[in-house]
């Protein structure tokens, strides 16, 4: 075993997203603790571009080839897992996207290697890794113990700063072939949403909605509630899947990433995939009858009351 | 196509979470149990397909604590079949369970096992993934859309912002459900009851399997480290005050 740390890093459009910098700023910590070095790893047909963005690592490899042009779990698992076999790193740590999770799970079954996901926060005992982990929903957190050849940690996105994985060095860059294809899973194309009535991330204002409005009829509320205060209607993942609102108006891990001046959540528990989407709002104000909702935990002002009984008197003073 | 769901109960949010004297897992006797969400989706996908293309669907869980309340909801919602394996005091861990899965699932000849994309109550990863792995068979996660297509199916796996990325995937597979083609269909009471009557659980026995190395050592509530500024004295009160914040802030004319 190597006191190596290993990245997977994601890249979208030309670009490596936020959360692989992450990734790479904590590995460069670990790594100098331990006396490895901070190995991004990532995986494409064309990585030119990419490969300039990742200064902040210590050195990457790249697994080029037309397999891996775009990800199929199939692909990365087997490029990612002769690597991991080979270079035996201490860690690799994954987001927690659906790259992130395809590809860690997969390795950790197909490798027999210890995975765990939802990281909040990574550190060493000796050559085992500890763990914390956000579960139930965000309500407790676990602290596990990862015991094997290479720990593998998949991360919630926000769990550490993106900055610190950054960097304009020139590190070198190992080219590795990427494994044949495997006909099993093809990449067909990417299908964009459509384009909609509002988008929410160019909103001031955004009064969200979630599940604790309970019925398709009640979110009339919390619409004249954010037309008094001049804003739009946001809402969590729940209530596009029950077809009470349009997927574009949903915030969080797979809907849209918003920073407004204010952020009202209404009903909302909370959990990491949508704080992932609005924890950087300028001003947070929850409204959830449970005092131990985690969006308390992200929230600026909390109200632990019946939304049925806030939101319309609020609406009322609002509008004057 | 002939397709599994696996099915699991996890804690309700909604009910408080109790640590036990252990410090390293929930008490059991404090839980009150509700199918995972995602789990839903996945049945109410694999009944969507059955019913456009034909074939079967099979309810599977590990045996636990109201295991038999979400298989008969299965059965009453149109599964043909529920099965039931092992049975386990304590929920087994992601990559336990899903060895203990494999081994069942893998001999019978399923084209597709479906599950939720995820549960909360474990940290050891996705147990479609796993399961996927240790059958050695594809696998796709995040899945919102399964459509038959030759040699096997055509799903979309979902990315942020709503963009999704379609896949060819060849069967045997095993795909983590995000969410439904349609809102997961509801089971009256008296169907459910129905089904208890009519139907019967198969059961397998298994025995516990291994994990692969995770040991969860302690359970705790967040620290409260930034933590909201809570508005009390009723909801007239809350929303005065709340306004006069938003006044000074002057995102309230
Ligand atoms: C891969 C993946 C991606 C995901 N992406 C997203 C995403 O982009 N966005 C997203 O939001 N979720 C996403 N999720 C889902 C996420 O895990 C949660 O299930 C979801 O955020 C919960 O939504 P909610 O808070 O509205 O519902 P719940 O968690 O059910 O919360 C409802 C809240 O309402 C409160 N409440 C109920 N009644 C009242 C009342 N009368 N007054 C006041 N409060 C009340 C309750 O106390 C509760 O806290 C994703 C999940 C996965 C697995
Ligand atoms: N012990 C288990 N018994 C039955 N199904 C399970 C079990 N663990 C996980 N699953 C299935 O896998 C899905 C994803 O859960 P997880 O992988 O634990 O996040 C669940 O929603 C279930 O469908």
Known sequence: ?????????????????????????????????????????????????????????????QVAGASVADFTPTAYVAAVSALLREREPALMLF???????????????????????????????????????????????????????????????????????????????????APAADVRVTFRRLIHPEAADVDITKEDILVAVGRGIGDADE??????????????????????????????????????????????????????????????AELIVAINSDAKAPIFGVAHYGISEDLFDVVPALTELVAG | MNIAVILKQVPDLAEELEIADSGAELDPDEISWVLNEFDDHALEEALQLKEATGGTVTAVALGGEDVADALYTALAKGADTALKVGDFETPPATHAAARTLAGVLGGRGFDLILTGVQAIDDV????????????????????????????????????????????????????GVQAARAVPRYAPVSKVRQAMQTSTIEEVDAEAAAGTGVTVRRLFAPEAGGHAEMLSGGADAVAERLVEILKERGLVG
């Open chain 2, 124 to 175: 050891d990863g996705w147990t479609a993934p796993v399961v996927a792995g240790y059958l050695g068979v594809p696998h796709v996660s995040v899945v919102t859309h399964i459509a038959p297509a030759d040699g096997g199916v055509t799903v979309n796996q979902e990315y942020a912002g709503g963009v999704v990325a379609e896949l060819d995937v060849h069967t045997p597979a095993v795909l």
């Open chain 1, 1 to 61: 075993m190597s006191q190596d740390i290993f990245t997977l890093v994601e890249h979208r459009d030309g670009q490596v997203t936020e959360g692989s910098f992450e990734l790479i700023g904590k590995a460069k910590a670990l790594a100098a603790a331990a006396g490895g070095k901070a190995v991004a790893v990532v995986l494409g047909d064309d990585l030119g571009a990419i490969t300039a963005q990742l200064g902040g690592a210590d050195a990457v490899i």
């Open chain 1, 95 to 177: 987001t927690g996207s659906a790259e992130g999770m395809d590809s860690s799970a997969g390795l950790s079954a197909t490798l027999g290697l210890p995975l765990a996901g939802y990281a909040t926060d990574v550190s060493r005992e000796g050559d085992a890794a500890v763990v914390t982990s956000q579960v139930y929903g965000g309500k407790l957190m676990a602290e596990a113990v990862l015991e094997g050849a290479t720990a593998l940690v998949s991360a919630i996105a926000g769990a550490f700063p993106a900055d610190a994985g950054r960097g304009d060095g020139s590190p070198a860059v190992e080219t590795v072939d």
């Open chain 1, 219 to 280: 979110i009339e509320i919390v619409e004249e509630l954010a037309e008094a205060l001049g804003g739009a209607v946001a809402c969590s993942r729940p209530v596009v899947d029950a077809g009470w609102l349009p997927k574009a108006r949903q915030v969080g891990k797979s809907g849209h990433k918003v920073k407004p001046k204010l952020y009202v959540a209404v009903g909302i528990s909370g959990a990491p995939e949508h704080l992932e989407g609005m924890r950087d």
